[in-house]
């Protein structure tokens, strides 16, 4: 395996993990299964995308300063990846701010970048690429494409059927 690979692949299950950690708990939050772990500041609930561009920003910093090996380098790639996902997360908040946690446009974007982290996780360096492992990377993008326009047109039906009870949910609120 090259050496790159094992660092992107850090990168691509912080990701997953992340993504998958930060919804599951704002649903249980949402439907006061566990308590408000919400962030306050003067009144202004402060949204996870916030900690995902702080956490960015210093992995920016390190990289850029004091570049880590070893051990601390795939430290950085899990926290990249954390950061990552904690953005993306919220990435209809940056189109609609003001609009919903359970925004269409933050699911697409996490899974257009985890698709993007998993090619580059899992194919190897451009400069290895032969022909035919160039057809076969466009024959996978077009699987993947396939993949996901067929999740998305999947997920209008399941969204359709559940957006209506999360937003209830919202109105709620933490207790």
């Known amino acids: 395996m090259h ?27 949402m439907s006061r299964d566990i308590p408000d772990l919400y962030f306050h500041f003067g009144g202004t609930h402060v949204h996870h995308l916030n900690y995902g ?16 090996s070893g051990k601390w380098l795939g430290a950085i790639a ?6 990552l996902a904690l953005t993306f997360d919220e990435f209809g ?7 919903g946690y359970w925004q269409r446009a933050s699911f697409d ?5 985890a698709g993007i982290l998993l090619l580059l996780a899992y194919t190897p360096p451009i400069r290895y690429w032969t022909r035919r492992r160039f057809a076969w990377a466009i024959f996978l ?12 047109v999947t997920l209008i039906s399941i969204e359709q059927k559940t ?12 207790r």
């Not at 790159?4 to 998958?20: D, G, M, N, Y």
């Not at 899990?78 to 950061?83: K, L, P, T």
């Not at 908040?93 to 609009?99: F, Y």
């Open 3 to 29: 050496p790159t690979k094992h660092i992107q692949r850090l990168v691509l299950t912080s990701f997953i993990v992340t993504f998958a950690l930060a919804r599951i708990v704002v649903f249980f939050i």
């Open 53 to 68: 561009i702080f956490i960015l920003s210093a992995v920016g910093a390190v990289l850029l300063f004091e570049p880590p």
């Open 78 to 83: 899990i926290a990249y990846g954390v950061g």
């Open 93 to 99: 908040m940056w189109l609609h701010l003001g609009g």
């Open 109 to 113: 974007a996490v899974t257009i970048v």
């Open 141 to 152: 993008l077009a699987i993947l494409s396939i993949f996901f326009w067929r999740l998305s």
């Open 163 to 174: 957006l209506p009870k999360l937003e209830r949910l919202k109105k709620l609120g933490p």
